[in-house]
């Protein structure tokens, strides 16, 4: 036993000794091996240009390539310091990144917003197990008529492919006096962007949630001052099988726009049942064509060539679209709409006809409900310079005919289209479809 206690101490000190040459080994490997992030598709490509490895610390250089639409790629040259020594939270090795655009002009333009001395630094935590944590501060604006303090981003990975981001900023403010900008002024306070995401093995993120916050937005001119108050855009996407959907949400606690206040404001916008093969094969496609694009082709019209060649495989899986719901409150009182319109399962195939798009049309099924009340179609018509009374004047002739009605000083209604028939409030309406539709 008095042997072995010697023995296992000149094992660990050997493997301490050696841990910070394998670590840069393991980097070295790891860094080359990456090619692009988490989320961003082909957006952002990593390219290693030089990497001198040490024993307790390494230095390599890289190229971040930013893959903008119809634009030659932004190339970023990133300066990357590995501390190869274990940290006591688990990790094996720490990276400090620092960026600068290789684009003089882009450094220039750069260095008038947060100046000379401004650094964009990133330190990177790695983990034995494959996940990794970054923090970073977008440094703070030295521009006239700017006031940004900055902003904190953390970003965290893991080897399956779930990756998790974080920005936040205190406040970024603009008038007047910044270049560019006329007789306006926009202040928002509390900025926090967070999401997160798993990318499955095509490169693509199918499954991810996130949320943009405000907590105050006031933008002024010299006409008139708004602000919002708790806004949110929430998004959401995921897949199950081979079918994909997603949703976005706005949502505001009080505003006052145009003069006009309302509150608890949502609109929640959701597309369901998408073809996941479809969705893929026109992204790839449209990535391919704003690889031309970068070289200065002009693509849009193989755009829309490529959106209608895939489109019957889009709508094969019977999409739905839908608005649930829009609503708010205003001073008059509660206004809602709910609308979702739905093609049944494998009526798209083939190539695009006219024929098809007939059957779809009378394939499709609408439904819905609105709700709002007549003192706000009043001072909607008034606004446009009509008197307020033709908004009854106009409503009586539906309401007699049982497609509204109106009850407490709130119009409602039902909407209900299937099989080529249209009911509005539980009442055929297809006298008013025939007259759309000039029949």
């Known amino acids: 036993m008095k042997r072995l206690v010697p023995f296992v101490v000149v094992v660990l000190a050997a493997v301490f000794a050696a841990a910070p040459f394998v670590t840069g080994r393991v980097m070295e490997n790891t860094l080359s091996g990456v090619d692009r992030f988490p989320g961003t598709r082909d957006t952002l490509g990593l390219e290693v240009t030089d990497y001198e490895r040490g024993y307790l610390e390494s230095r390599a250089e890289s190229e971040l390539l930013l893959h903008l639409p119809e634009q030659e790629p932004l190339r970023l040259t990133l300066r990357h310091r590995i501390d190869q020594l274990p940290g006591i939270d688990g990790r094996y090795a720490t990276v400090h990144t620092r960026w600068e655009p290789s684009d003089p002009m882009l450094r220039d333009e750069l260095?008038?917003?947060?100046g000379d001395a401004a650094g964009f630094t990133l330190t990177t935590a790695l983990y034995p197990n494959g996940a990794s944590r970054s923090t970073g501060r977008v440094p703070a604006a030295e521009r006239d008529g700017v006031d940004f303090p900055g902003a904190d981003l953390v970003f965290e990975t893991t080897a399956g492919g779930r990756f998790d981001y974080r920005i936040e900023g205190d406040r970024l403010a603009i008038d007047e006096s910044a270049d560019g900008v006329d007789d306006t002024r926009?202040?928002?306070?509390?900025?926090?962007?967070?999401?997160?995401?798993?990318?499955?093995?095509?490169?693509?993120?199918w499954d991810s949630e996130g949320r943009?916050?405000?907590?105050?937005?006031?933008?002024?001119?010299?006409?008139e001052q708004s602000r919002l108050d708790d806004l949110t855009v929430r998004f959401e996407s995921a897949r199950h099988d081979d079918l994909w959907g997603f949703a976005v949400a706005y949502e505001v606690g009080e505003a006052e726009v145009d003069g006009e206040s309302f509150s608890d404001a949502e609109m929640r916008f959701v597309v369901d049942r998408l073809d996941a093969g479809a969705v893929r094969s026109l992204i790839q496609r449209v990535e391919a064509l704003q690889e031309l694009a970068a070289g200065g082709a002009t693509v849009d019209e193989a755009v829309g060539e490529a959106l209608m060649a895939e489109l019957p495989a889009l709508l094969s899986r019977g999409p739905r679209v839908a608005i649930e719901p829009l609503r708010g409150t205003t001073a008059e009182g509660d206004t809602e709409i709910r609308l979702s319109a739905e093609l049944p399962d494998g009526l798209a195939a083939g190539e695009p006809n006219p024929m098809m798009w007939m059957a779809m049309v009378s394939a499709l099924v609408i439904e819905g409900s609105f709700q709002m009340p007549i003192g706000l179609l009043e001072?909607?018509?008034?606004?446009?310079?009509q008197r307020a009374e033709v908004v009854e004047e106009q409503l009586a002739p539906l309401v007699a005919k049982g497609w509204m009605a109106v009850e407490g000083g709130v119009v409602t209604t039902t909407v209900d289209f299937r099989e080529g028939n249209l009911q509005l409030n539980d009442t055929s309406a297809n006298e008013l479809l025939n007259m759309a539709l000039g029949g």
């Open 186 to 205: 926009m202040v928002t306070e509390g900025l926090r962007l967070i999401a997160s995401g798993q990318m499955a093995e095509d490169g693509i993120v």
């Open 212 to 223: 943009f916050e405000i907590d105050r937005l006031a933008f002024a001119d010299a006409d």
């Open 379 to 385: 001072k909607s018509a008034v606004a446009r310079g």
């Open 111 to 114: 260095a008038q917003v947060f």
